[in-house]
């Protein structure tokens, strides 16, 4: 499979959430959704809404690229023999963050920064998990992606 084809096909399997994803796959789309993030980004700012904040066409790429991440993501995590689920938890500690900013005080900084660690530790976790190598072996999520097969 060439790069190309390896960055369009998490599109093509736009919420296909079973099945397995190779590394190449998984990592040649991440790549591709930071580019096309970062080019959102570019033509906002020069729209002249751009800021801290994502403007209207990084929002509306972000909002369009989502699903296929998740996506390719819980497929990568099928391809070493992971559940899909393990995600959940690092998403949900992302989305809370804002919580911990509402904190005041030494004991919330405490609170937080332990916050902050756990939530470190989780993604790096998950970071080694999708740059494992998957198994050449069919497993309970498919048969593998990068085996070769007769088949048309």
């Given at each position: ?68 991440q998740a996506a390719v993501a819980v ?16 998403c949900v500690m992302l989305l809370c ?56």
């Open positions: 499979m060439t790069v190309f084809e390896q960055a369009v096909q998490p599109l093509r399997k736009y919420a296909d959430f079973a099945g397995r994803a190779s590394r190449g796959e998984f990592w040649t789309f991440f790549f591709v959704v930071l580019l096309l993030q970062t080019l959102a980004r570019l033509v906002d700012a020069v729209m002249g809404r751009g800021g801290y904040l994502p403007g209207p066409v990084a929002s509306l790429a972000a909002l369009l690229l989502f699903v296929p497929r990568r995590l099928h391809d070493i023999n992971r559940s899909g689920r393990e995600l959940l938890v690092p963050l804002p919580l911990m900013l509402i904190f005041g005080g030494l004991l919330g900084r405490i609170v937080a920064l332990g916050y902050y660690g756990v939530m470190l530790l989780l993604f790096a976790q998950l970071l080694l998990m999708l740059n494992r190598k998957g198994s050449s072996i069919p497993n309970r999520y498919g048969p593998a992606p990068t085996a070769f097969t007769f088949a048309g």
